[in-house]
């Protein structure tokens, strides 16, 4: 099975455009509807309000936030993957907190992002749909975070998360993706790889579409389950790439359906045509899924390497 590797993964190869190199930018931060520049992402944010816009953000390393709380917007990379949001945080939680109707993230990376309490994220979404295409979310404690809205959608494609996650200090565990309540999620041909604690996806949305990406857990640390649905889903699971590393905190299972709640029915959850494998020296025995839903999955054609077993009823 082949995977494609996500764009902007490809493209990032030249060194990070420097502070001083930004400082001598003016105002980066372009309104394309109104053709305003802005030298600071939250000005152009503000600018925009309750409308629809988009705002293309010149190449450079940022250390820019910013709190969206109405209004559907765009937020693009003049050149995909040459735009690094490295490190700002708004309200102790992500470099973009999101609470407007929509937003749209196309070709940024977004790096280091920490905070006290442990869930620094790229991206903090509280309410409203967001639309994530070519992205990279890097060295952070989490890539996103979401709150509760059943009313709205997450959809995630081409995108690569890499060196995400912990479980330490004794706080909540923070993971490469960590969806609430919304009322779905879906990821496609995107990349997870060198996790460093807690899940690859964690989504408590009623409904999942995971489909045609790559979990390379062979250099993750202290990680858990690939993908975890603690709450239930229903959806499809399929055409992914899955390989489990050796430094686990948990590798009991690679897909674990309900383990904390029932909140959804997981009735015809169809995890389908992917592949799972131990990475090379890597010798235990665990099971592909583990399902504590009670409800009836359906499971076929997975390509299951060594010592992995398909399913458990829990």
């Known amino acids: 099975m082949k995977f494609k590797i996500p764009l902007i993964a490809a493209i990032i190869s030249a060194p990070l455009i420097g502070s001083s190199a930004q400082a001598q930018r003016v105002a980066p931060f372009t309104v394309t509807e109104t053709g305003q520049n802005y030298s600071r992402l939250a000005d152009a944010v503000a600018a925009i309000g309750g409308d629809n816009a988009t705002i293309v953000i010149a190449p450079g390393a940022y250390g820019d936030c910013a709190i969206q709380t109405a209004g559907r917007i765009t937020y693009k990379a003049s050149i995909p993957g040459k735009t690094i949001f490295d490190g700002g945080v708004c309200e102790d939680k992500a470099t973009l907190v999101l609470r407007g109707k929509a937003a749209t993230i196309d070709g940024i990376i977004f790096q280091n992002q920490r905070v006290p309490d442990g869930n620094g994220a790229g991206i903090r979404i509280e309410r409203g749909d967001l639309y994530v295409y070519n992205a990279m979310f890097r060295n952070a404690e989490e890539g996103i975070l979401s709150a509760d809205d059943p009313s709205a959608e997450i959809v995630i494609d081409r995108s690569t998360f890499q060196r995400l996650g912990r479980c330490d200090r004794g706080l909540s565990c923070a993971h490469s993706i960590y969806i609430g309540d919304f009322g779905s999620l879906k990821v496609t041909n995107s990349r997870f790889e ?109 390509s299951l390497g060594q010592g992995i077993t398909r399913y458990q009823r829990r």
Do not use: C
């Open 194 to 302: 060198k996790g460093s604690g807690g899940h690859y996806v964690n989504s408590r949305a009623p409904r999942a579409t995971i489909t045609n990406n790559s979990f390379d857990d062979t250099q993750g640390r202290t990680t858990n389950y690939m993908i975890d649905l603690p709450a239930g889903a229903t959806g499809v699971i399929s055409g992914n790439v899955f390989v489990q590393g050796q430094n686990k905190e948990n590798y009991s299972a690679f897909i674990a359906v309900a383990a904390e709640d029932r909140d959804h029915s997981s009735q015809g959850l169809n995890i389908h045509s992917n592949s799972a494998s131990l990475a090379k020296g890597v010798k235990r025995n665990t099971w592909f899924v583990a399902d504590w839903s009670g409800d009836q999955l359906r499971i076929a054609n997975n």
